[in-house]
């Protein structure tokens, strides 16, 4: 089966303005997860889906950062307007089963530079 | 909250060296517990994982105890390859939340 997609793949931008990151979860999954992974750090939840409703957003800095799937598929996070402290990669996840954390699927995510 | 600290790297070692990662957690409930490893380049693939007290996980050479006593997953390899040189992730899958907590991860090298 076709894995967790991303793109871009990497991303440079200037502070304080804006980006966005696409995801296309394995076909079937239910469940989608937007992860940032700081340099040095291990990935942080920053939104979880099931369909196209939100489970758990308690850690997306929400003044600056959005996320949609809005038919329950491929999902969109936005961040708008960046910071330098931003600067990481993020990385997205699926999962077919609600309360599986064994079965996600990362994708390769997208590596975003703010400068 | 949940929580996963784990041995601070980067560790180097030679090929054939015995490996051992320490992880520790912190955590309500009873949670599953994972290795995630990150090959240069590449995304975050399971490498082996445990549901419940007392479990080993095992893949591709690689062990990991839950031992609930200790609330420890450390992970072990007998003989290292240079193929084994990435990054390696403890992480814990929470209860109900259904979300996985990271540790910071520890870069290994292996020399030839």
């Known amino acids: 089966e076709a894995g967790v997609a991303q793109s871009p793949r990497y991303k440079i931008i200037e502070k304080r303005q804006s980006v966005a990151f696409w995801c296309n979860p394995i076909?079937?999954?239910?469940?989608l997860y937007w992860y940032q992974q700081i340099l040095g750090q291990g990935p942080k939840l920053l939104i979880q889906?099931?369909?196209?409703?939100?489970?758990?957003d308690s850690q997306l800095p929400k003044d600056r950062f959005s996320a949609e799937r809005l038919k329950g598929v491929d999902s969109t996070l936005k961040i708008q307007p960046a910071k330098l402290e931003d600067s990481a990669v993020y990385l997205c996840?699926?999962?077919?089963?609600?309360?599986?954390?064994?079965?996600?699927?990362f994708g390769s995510g997208t590596r975003l530079t703010v400068v | 909250g949940d929580s996963v600290t784990q041995m601070e790297g980067p560790v180097t070692l030679s090929e054939e060296a015995f490996l051992t990662i320490n992880c520790t957690y912190t955590?309500?409930?009873?949670?599953?517990l994972f290795w995630y490893v990150q090959y240069p380049g590449e995304g975050l693939q399971l490498l082996l994982k445990a549901t419940k007290a007392d479990d080993k996980g095992s893949n591709k050479g690689f062990e990991a105890t839950y031992r609930k006593e200790t609330t420890s997953f450390h992970l072990e390899k007998g003989s290292v390859q240079v193929s084994d040189s990435a990054v390696y992730f403890c992480?814990?899958?929470?209860?109900?939340?259904?979300?996985?907590?990271f540790g910071q991860g520890t870069r290994l090298t292996i020399n030839p």
């Open positions: 076909s079937g999954h239910a469940t």
């Open positions: 955590a309500t409930g009873y949670p599953s």
């Open positions: 889906f099931q369909n196209n409703g939100v489970v758990d």
């Open positions: 992480a814990l899958g929470t209860q109900g939340a259904q979300k996985l907590v």
């Open positions: 996840a699926s999962s077919p089963l609600r309360g599986r954390t064994d079965g996600y699927t």
